[in-house]
């Protein structure tokens, strides 16, 4: 698993793009000497993510390598990015790497770093540590949840939030090995799915 000294050692023109959570974030980096240009948005991803390519005037056939966050975070957002990448990488084969924000967040802040998983449980993240799901009983004291993300049921007490600034982030950790090659990308599930069977009936009059 790369760092992401190494990744800019290595893959440049790279392009990075979060949208985990409401802001989408999007960085283009040249070199591993020149610091990355950024631009932000917090229009719906489909739209924010163009724009700021357009702000940037990146374009995505010149680029070595992309950078992509899967996760945990905005399901649609995540997933819109990870089509683009997948897109572009169709039309001229080039790596993808991928990163989880919790994680992110966790190693730079040495914090332990938490947001929603739905059905009244919690992704967790702490430094040096996989990412975790537990019930909201078992999230330890004292926790943080990245700004940003939402959440559908209460947050468990003394819950506090940190702006999610991907640029200050990764800057705070450089050489953490946070990244991982992502041959198909697609958004971060730290369980499968599962549905209830439904048996059809027909209606029959009382």
Same mark, same amino acid.
Not at 20 to 41: C, D, L, T
């Given at each position: %698993?790369?760092?992401?000294?190494? @990744?800019?050692?290595s893959s440049t023109p790279l @392009? @990075? @793009?979060?949208? #985990?959570?409401?802001r989408v974030q999007v960085g283009v980096f040249q070199s591993a000497e020149e610091p990355g240009r950024w631009a932000a948005s917090d229009a719906?991803?489909?739209v924010a993510l163009f724009r700021c390519l357009d702000e940037l005037a990146v374009d995505p056939a010149? %680029?070595? #390598?992309?950078?992509?966050?899967?996760?945990?975070g905005s399901v649609l957002g995540v997933?819109?990015?990870a089509m683009a990448v997948r897109a572009w990488c169709a039309l001229a084969p080039r790596p993808c790497y991928a990163f989880r924000s919790l994680q992110l967040v966790a190693e730079a802040t040495g914090r332990t770093v938490v947001s929603d998983a739905r059905r009244e449980h919690?992704?967790?993240?702490?430094?040096?540590?996989?990412l975790l799901r537990l019930a909201r009983e078992?999230?330890?004291?004292a926790a943080t949840t990245p700004s940003g993300f939402r959440a559908w049921a209460p947050p468990p007490a003394g819950l506090t939030e940190i702006i999610y600034d991907v640029r200050e982030l990764l800057a705070r950790v450089p050489d953490h090995d946070l990244?991982?090659?992502?041959e198909s990308p697609d958004a971060f599930l730290q369980t499968e799915p599962s549905y209830v069977t439904w048996t059809p009936q027909i209606h029959r009059a009382p």
């Amino acid at each position: %698993m790369p760092s992401f000294r190494a @990744l800019l050692t290595s893959s440049t023109p790279l @392009l @990075l @793009l979060d949208s #985990a959570s409401a802001r989408v974030q999007v960085g283009v980096f040249q070199s591993a000497e020149e610091p990355g240009r950024w631009a932000a948005s917090d229009a719906e991803s489909g739209v924010a993510l163009f724009r700021c390519l357009d702000e940037l005037a990146v374009d995505p056939a010149a %680029m070595r #390598a992309f950078v992509f966050c899967e996760g945990p975070g905005s399901v649609l957002g995540v997933r819109t990015a990870a089509m683009a990448v997948r897109a572009w990488c169709a039309l001229a084969p080039r790596p993808c790497y991928a990163f989880r924000s919790l994680q992110l967040v966790a190693e730079a802040t040495g914090r332990t770093v938490v947001s929603d998983a739905r059905r009244e449980h919690w992704h967790v993240a702490t430094p040096g540590h996989p990412l975790l799901r537990l019930a909201r009983e078992h999230i330890p004291p004292a926790a943080t949840t990245p700004s940003g993300f939402r959440a559908w049921a209460p947050p468990p007490a003394g819950l506090t939030e940190i702006i999610y600034d991907v640029r200050e982030l990764l800057a705070r950790v450089p050489d953490h090995d946070l990244f991982h090659e992502a041959e198909s990308p697609d958004a971060f599930l730290q369980t499968e799915p599962s549905y209830v069977t439904w048996t059809p009936q027909i209606h029959r009059a009382p």
